[in-house]
């Protein structure tokens, strides 16, 4: 689990279960998975945006310490994972991994014009190497918000429970997004 986290700019981080298996069993699987990012991941960042699907998950951030006391990001992320992985395994009666090996982290904003902004159109990932820099958060946003939709498990993000999207379209504070310094990159509907 190598991430190459740098202070002061924007990541998304996602990961998905082995063999495109579920990671959440449940709703308070859901909930647990949350207060797990409160522990590992807000002493490092912001988190401007989230959604957690049945069988993967995406979280957008902002890094403002690569480490605390000796524990990277890096390592903290991975601390989130095995650790919410171990008590899946309990709960489920299962062995193995539960992620796929290598969480991804993409840096939306130092592109080396090789990271691609993209989305989908009926049903297609298109990728769009022509986007400017700045444009990168707010794709990435909305593509997060918006993949419930895709998936067909809503009609409308703010249906879908386990995402950042209802606190940005109702203004509703949070203790686990930055609301104020995310609503920059927040477009609503794609």
Not at 134 to 152: E, L, Q, R
Request: hydrophobic share 35%; net charge positive.
């Amino acid at each position: 689990l190598i991430m190459n986290f740098e202070k002061g700019h924007l990541f998304h981080v996602y990961n998905r279960g082995n063999n495109r298996n579920k990671i959440f069993f449940s709703k308070k699987n859901y909930f647990y998975f949350i207060k797990k990012i409160i522990t590992y991941i807000l002493p490092y960042c912001d988190l401007y945006a989230y959604c957690l699907m049945p069988n993967h998950f995406h979280i957008m951030l902002e890094v403002n310490k690569c480490e605390i006391n000796g524990v990277t990001l890096n390592d903290s992320v991975g601390i989130l994972l095995s650790s919410y992985a171990k008590a899946i395994n309990k709960q489920e009666q299962r062995t193995g991994s539960l992620f796929q090996q290598k969480t991804k982290a993409v840096c939306l904003t130092k592109i080396d014009k090789l990271s691609p902004s993209w989305f989908k159109h009926l049903g297609i990932t298109i990728i769009n190497t022509q986007t400017i820099e700045s444009s990168y958060p707010y794709i990435c946003m909305a593509y997060i918000h918006n993949n419930p939709v895709k998936a067909g498990l809503v009609f409308y993000p703010e249906f879908w429970e386990y995402s950042s999207f209802r606190y940005y379209a109702k203004s509703i504070e949070s203790k686990l997004i930055n609301f104020e310094k995310g609503k920059e990159f927040f477009v609503g509907h794609l």
